[in-house]
């Protein structure tokens, strides 16, 4: 069961490439694996707004509190492009009415 719990806790991974900022997440990104990521979410929170693409494609879930972390995200940096999101993803994020302050893409 540990093993289980460790490959579905969230992870937010940071890399500025040729001037691009990317953000890669996996895992469920919810209450419970909020502690996991903040960190590292603070130290993107302190980078100047610019430009910055989130690739959720390894993103299994989110409730609201991984919805909290994509608007501030959205809120801090612009324009925000969130690529690959599963079905569950999507659909919460269209529910919501979020798709396009977002960014997310029309795949």
């Excluded at 994509?70 to 999507?90: I, K």
Aim: glycine content about 6%; aromatic content about 2%.
């Amino acid at each position: 069961m540990d093993e289980l719990a460790a490959d579905s806790r969230a992870q937010l991974t940071v890399t500025a490439d040729d001037g691009e900022l990317r953000v890669a997440l996996r895992g469920e990104l919810d209450i419970a694996s909020l502690p996991s990521v903040e960190p590292e979410l603070d130290r993107l929170l302190s980078r100047e707004p610019q430009p910055v693409q989130v690739d959720a494609t390894d993103l299994a879930f989110l409730d609201s509190s991984g919805l909290v972390v994509l608007v501030r995200v959205a809120n801090h940096f612009a324009p925000v492009q969130l690529r690959g999101a599963r079905p569950a993803v999507r659909r919460v994020i269209e529910a919501l009415g979020l798709a396009d302050r977002l960014g997310l893409d029309r795949a």
